[in-house]
T-cell receptor, first 114, second 112 residues
């Protein structure tokens, strides 16, 4: 089992460009998440999907959109990238409902916006 | 609001000594408190968690204690080893919003 797989691992964008981060899990988990990690800020929730067909905003949703394509896949889109979105992005999944059980993280995607 | 404060931000201990990291949370309805370990360049991984109906939980050299009245919980690592060097994150659930909020992280360094 691969667990949680996210692509790309590294990306450099110019301000205003768009891109999509892809995430897939093969553990048959119901819930999926996107977090960003910045130095000294911990992990902050951008969006989550409690089940296929639903998405909800987290702590820092501005500037992002998500799509829960099916049970396995949850993508994060930056429509017009800004330098403030330079960060490491982690996708995660859980078998339990959000906030109630273990999160399984992907390896992370390092995004730099110039 | 939903807030988790974690202290200290950095901690350095001698190998074999104990390390303690503390977190406070804002919502008295929070009922799930996990701890994650993130080694350099790696993904965060769960090391231990506790639910609000339990005051303490142990797993070999690590333990977590919860004080619901004071709204704080702590991670205790005994007999520290070099492989314990990592960043540790606490988190708390926020019931109404169905989500987990993380603390800012503690960088633990074990000195040989």
């Amino acid at each position: 089992n691969a667990g949680v797989t996210q692509t790309p691992k590294f990306q450099v964008l110019k301000t205003g460009q768009s891109m999509t981060l892809q995430c897939a899990q093969d553990m048959n988990h119901n819930s999926m998440y996107w977090y960003r990690q910045d130095p000294g800020m911990g992990l902050r929730l951008i969006y989550y999907s409690a089940s296929e067909g639903t998405t909800d905003k987290g702590e820092v949703p501005n500037g992002y959109n998500v799509s829960r394509l099916n049970k396995r896949e949850f993508s994060l889109r930056l429509e017009s990238a800004a330098p403030s979105q330079t960060s490491v992005y982690f996708c995660a999944s859980s078998v339990q409902a959000p906030g109630t059980g273990e999160l399984f993280f992907g390896e992370g995607s390092r995004l730099t916006v110039l | 609001g939903e807030n988790v404060e974690q202290h200290p931000s950095t901690l350095s201990v001698q190998e074999g000594d104990s390390a303690v990291i503390k977190c406070t949370y804002s919502d008295s309805a929070s009922n799930y408190f996990p701890w994650y370990k993130q080694e350099l360049g790696k993904r965060p991984q769960l090391i231990i968690d506790i639910r609000s109906n339990v005051g303490e939980k142990k797993d070999q050299r690590i333990a977590v204690t919860l004080n619901k009245t004071a709204k704080h919980f702590s991670l205790h690592i005994t007999e520290t080893q070099p492989e314990d060097s990592a960043v540790y994150f606490c988190a708390a659930s926020f019931q109404g919003a169905q989500k987990l909020v993380f603390g800012q992280g503690t960088r633990l360094t074990i000195n040989p």
